[in-house]
């Protein structure tokens, strides 16, 4: 029995797409249950890099059989869909689903930004596109298609911005490195802000201003003359 073939019957009875993580436990599970066929076993210590290849494999002679359907791999997971050229007949069958709006101008622009330079702030992609994008940035938002990553090491910790899973099947893409060649947008320089600084080393951040503040107030302490102890006694 073939891997390539467990795979296929595997995604045929899926309902949704399937992850190379979850093909390989699905596969583990099967060949370590207590009733498990020697066939079964045999595939108990399969690595993932195997299950690519297999599919790989399955997905070039599915493409050269040009069937009505085939087997593509959509933000990390895969499964089976079918030819666009027999949408109409598949319409028919089971109705057309109502598609969120298509995206505006704007919003392709700012996206595409996102997904070139992630992770990215908002000011860095308006430096890029040389307006305001803060309406546009929050209908990515909504839309699903970028989400916040995390926070800028800059004065004010601004947040940073990175496409989602849903961006990759958005557009059909199979991961990031699928992104068609953009060296222009690539190479736009983009003027970043002043890093934060430390009062302390591992401590917690401050704006400059505030470490100014600290070092004179430091300063001062230093030169203030000590207080003369009035409970010691004079010297006879």
Known sequence: MELKFI??????????????????????????????????????????????????????????????????????????????????????????????????QPALETLAIVAYRQPITRAEVEQVRGVAVDGVVSTLLERGLIEQTGRAEVIGRPSLYGTTSLFLEYFGLRSLEDLPAADELRRIPIEKPEALLTTDPGLA?????????????????EDKPSEVDTNTSPTQ
């Open 205 to 221: 951040t401050a704006p400059p201003e505030e470490l100014a503040e600290t070092d004179l107030n430091g300063a001062l302490a």
């Open 7 to 104: 795979l296929e019957a595997t995604l045929f009875a899926a309902q949704k797409a399937m992850s190379l993580k979850e093909l390989r436990d699905l596969i583990n599970a099967t060949a370590t249950a207590e009733n498990a066929s020697e066939e079964a076993k045999a595939f108990k210590k399969v690595k993932e890099e195997e299950i690519v290849e297999a599919l790989e494999a399955l997905q070039k002679e599915h493409d050269e059989a040009k069937r009505s359907f085939r087997l593509t791999c959509v933000a990390g997971s895969w499964q089976f869909v079918s030819s666009p050229d027999y949408a109409p007949w598949l319409i028919t069958m089971v109705g057309q689903k109502n598609r969120p709006p298509r995206l505006s």
